[in-house]
């Protein structure tokens, strides 16, 4: 049982490239969450989702997108990645109340 | 709207001595609360969690916080203080309405453990 997954664990791009981080996770939640955390500003929720082909807008969306279309996996996209969207990000997982994280994956755009 | 204020952005203490990390927050209605652990470059762990119930809510590595309505607070307390707690602690709330589970996390406290 991996729990949630997040792929990549590191990236670097470039300003106004794309990329997509991808969560994975294996307990069968409906819910997951996209957050991300910058130094003094705890996390904070960018996109969600309660379901499969579901998802809504959290706290701080603008710059980015996501998919559901697989229960198990919950897709975040920059399409043009600007330097403020430097940051780490957490996907977590819900169940019973409890939401259960991944590793993180630290993005850097330069 | 909910809000969460963890009061101290640094906490440092003595291997042994009482841990005592405050929260804060902000709603209309008790909201359901949590703190989370997160170790360097880590994700986060639940440490506890309050929904219903006794107030005062035991988790895991000797932690235990108490929700006091009157006060708004839900603050994170260790009597003895290990090395291994140095960390980020995050308090966050969630909304008891709806069915959506986001969270909102204070702005978190680093415990340093000094020797």
Known sequence: NAGVTQTPKFRVLKTGQSMTLLCAQDMNHEYMYWYRQDPGMGLRLIHYSVGEGTTAK??????????????QNFLLGLESAAPSQTSVYFCASRSSGTQYFGPGTRLTVL | AQSVTQLGSHVSVSEG?????????????????????????????????????????????????????????????KPSAHMSDAAEYFCAVSDRSGNTGKLIFGQGTTLQVKP
Request: proline share 5%; hydrophobic share 35%.
């Open chain 1, 58 to 71: 959290g706290e701080v969306p603008d710059g980015y997108n996501v998919s559901r279309l697989k229960k």
């Open chain 2, 17 to 77: 001595a009482l841990v005592l990390l405050r929260c804060n927050y902000s709603s209309s209605v008790p909201p359901y609360l949590f703190w989370y652990v997160q170790y360097p470059n880590q994700g986060l762990q639940l440490l506890l969690k309050y929904t219903t119930g006794a107030t005062l809510v035991k988790g895991i590595n000797g932690f235990e916080a108490e929700f006091k309505k009157s006060e708004t607070s839900f603050h994170l307390t």
